[in-house]
């Protein structure tokens, strides 16, 4: 029985001829031919390169067992005589196996090939396990000569060698398949991270701050619509960036080579344009220094910021919206409730004199002033209305017919007795479909030509009021002129603001032009005035036509 420790040792054995994956392979060039010299340097009839396995001696390869009459490619391993060489380090030699008791009931020795010589060397592994053997055999008794053992020892050598490149040669194809696995695995990555990184707007860079160029990924091309490439320079780099933003880039890029910041977050414009648009890009990365602190790379991604902008400054603007529109309903609520309440206050103190006057001619009097008070609380109320519509009513765009709009509006006028000396009236010129919201339209109208009537010097020999239209595809220009008071330039700035009234010579409550100016504004329109004190005013308002975006509705 073998022993526990060459118990190890032999499980080591055959665990490592397990691993040269050696046994029961076909028959290699390599192998013949040492197989071949070995016999030919010996002058053996026979020669074998064997392997010991655990039950078995296997022949890789062998020359001139056919002769003796042995066409087996193995023989069990107790009648081997392989198992004994294995057992030392170096060759052994039997002369005269009749001679040597090991062998003297061998079968190969009495019967098939008669076996008589032996020379046979380990075939030692460079951790020193012994696979098999390279030897020669003979049917008459016989020595080898030393140059012959010396050969016969430098084959076994090169046999492991050819057993220690096959096992290279296998890694090798093992590893190059790794590396071609590896490789299409990292391709993949590349594909998917490109993914992300068109899908998430973003691009990478690496700027090597003392070649001054850049790595940079294919997102990164995309963002800024540039070819794809991998690197840039920096002149190429700098190009990339709106001229308006770029001498705040370059100054930021300076600041962080000379810094000592390790993070950083910068946004700016690039050139290239979406929907009309300059893209915003965000910056975000990290300065890497070396071992002194200074720096040598930056590296990080840039991001689209486009949408995020957009958003900021819409909220921005609606804030600003917010703030106007709240500061103007605090203003609105009061002066609401005071000239609600004044007109009323001054009608309770009319009705009591009314009521204790007996001449019939104050009376009369009285109620003139009356009927003022109530047609002033009247035009109040009225453009409280106006004012909450436009806010609240979606725009209803409808056909424009200027011609009729201006006659109607006028024809109010007609009947007022003091307008008979004032020279009034409308030229338009109209040749296509002009469509927005009739109701605004009117507010617009009936409160620049009301003004127009009610700052007019009447006195003066031509006193007019004169409205020009003129209508294309875009766009409705409205002249409203009169010859009338005119406002005073350091008023003019404020003359569009809630409850701003430029003079008290005549009743009205300062919303008027606000009004207008909302109403314009929700139409997508402008407004300007021109006005000279004494001279008159012409207010000029500009109006887009609807048409277009009905008719693509
Ligand atoms: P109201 O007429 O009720 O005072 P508006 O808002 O309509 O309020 O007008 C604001 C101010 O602008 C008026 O008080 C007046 O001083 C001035 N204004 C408006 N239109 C004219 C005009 N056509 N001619 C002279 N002054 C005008």
């Known amino acids: 029985m073998l022993g526990a420790n060459l118990f190890d040792r032999e499980a080591a054995r055959l665990k490592a001829l397990e691993e040269y994956e050696i046994l029961d392979t076909p028959e290699e060039q390599d192998f013949e031919d040492v197989v071949k010299l070995a016999s030919n340097i010996c002058n053996a009839s026979i020669g074998l390169i064997t392997f010991v396995d655990d039950c078995r001696q296997w022949f890789k390869a062998k020359v001139g067992l056919e002769k003796v009459g042995v066409g087996v490619r193995e023989t069990a391993k107790d009648i081997s005589f392989c198992a004994h060489t294995i057992h030392g380090d170096n060759l052994m030699e039997v002369e005269d196996t009749l001679k040597d008791e090991r062998f003297t009931g061998n079968p190969l020795v009495l019967e098939g090939p008669k076996i008589r010589f032996y020379a046979g060397v380990p075939l030692i592994t460079p951790r020193g396990h012994k696979l098999g053997t390279l030897c020669v055999l003979d049917c008459q008794p016989r020595t080898l000569t030393k140059q012959q053992q010396f050969a016969l020892e430098v084959l076994a050598k090169y046999i492991i060698q050819l057993l220690e490149l096959r096992i290279k040669k296998k890694n090798l194809v093992l590893a190059q398949k790794d590396h071609k696995s590896l490789k299409e695995k990292m391709q993949r990555q590349e594909r998917t991270l490109a993914r992300i990184q068109r899908a998430a707007r973003i691009g990478m860079f690496e700027f090597d701050i003392a070649v001054d160029s850049l790595k940079i990924s294919e997102g990164f091309c995309d963002l800024f619509g540039i070819k794809p490439t991998s690197q ?8 990339l960036v709106h001229p308006d933003d770029l001498p705040g880039f370059k100054n930021y890029l300076n600041s962080l080579q000379k810094g000592t910041a390790r993070r950083f977050t910068y946004d700016y414009r690039c050139n290239k344009k979406r929907k009309g648009q300059h893209i915003h890009i965000r910056t975000i990365g990290e300065v890497v220094r070396n ?11 840039k991001q689209d910021i486009t949408r995020q902008k957009w958003y900021e400054q819409q909220l921005e603007e609606q804030n600003a919206e917010l703030m106007k529109v709240n500061e103007e309903l605090d203003n609105f609520v009061y002066r609401v409730s005071h000239d609600l309440r004044a007109p009323i206050a001054s009608l309770l103190g009319l009705a009591e004199i009314i009521d204790g006057e007996e001449d019939i001619n104050k009376v009369h009097e009285l109620l003139l002033l009356v009927k003022k008070t109530l047609e002033k609380q009247d035009k109040f109320i009225k453009d409280i209305l106006d004012y909450s519509r436009n806010s609240r009513q979606e725009i209803q765009a409808e056909i424009i017919d200027f011609h009729k ?7 109010e006028y007609t009947f007022v007795p003091q307008y008979k000396q004032v020279e009034f009236g409308y030229i338009v010129v109209q040749d296509v479909f002009f469509m927005t919201d009739l109701y605004r339209l009117r507010v617009i109208l009936n409160n620049l030509i009301s003004n127009a009537f009610k700052y007019l010097q009447y006195h003066k020999e031509n006193a007019f009021v004169k ?10 220009i409205i002249e409203v002129a009169d010859n009338g008071t005119g406002i005073p330039a350091n008023h003019l700035p404020k003359i569009f603001e809630m409850f701003y009234r430029a003079t008290d010579q005549q009743p009205g409550s300062g919303l008027g032009l606000y009004i207008v100016k909302e109403t314009i504004s929700k139409l997508k329109g402008e407004v ?3 006005s000279q004190q ?17 008719l693509s509705r």
């Open 405 to 411: 709009l201006l006659e109607d509006i006028f024809s």
């Open 534 to 550: 004494g001279e008159g005013s012409v207010f000029r308002v500009s109006l887009p036509n609807l048409a277009k975006e009905e």
């Open 528 to 530: 300007s005035i021109e």
């Open 291 to 301: 071992e002194k602190a200074e720096p040598m790379q930056l590296i990080g991604i």
């Open 232 to 239: 840039i320079n920096k002149t190429q780099y700098l190009e």
């Open 467 to 476: 409205v020009k239209v003129n209508a294309d595809a875009a766009k409705a």
